[in-house]
């Protein structure tokens, strides 16, 4: 299955914005300084397990449940 990283990027910032723009564009640059960068992921990019814990580890760390 690929897209699941785009798509779990994708919860964690919506997650956590709830729409707000400035709160997406902070969310964004805190997954940039984790090694994650939103745009660099699309919905057929293939998944990567390594790039998936690093995710979930990330969600966890900023209050998100994926």
Do not use: F, H, Y
């Not at 798509?7 to 400035?22: A, F, V, W």
């Amino acid at each position: 299955m690929s897209g699941q990283v785009k798509s779990l990027i994708d919860k964690i910032i919506s997650e956590r914005s709830k729409g707000n723009p400035t709160i997406v564009n902070t969310t964004k640059t805190k997954l940039i300084l984790k090694g994650i960068d939103p745009d660099e992921w699309n919905a057929a990019s293939p998944d990567d397990s390594q790039v998936i814990s690093k995710i979930k580890q990330i969600a966890q760390e900023l209050g998100v449940t994926l």
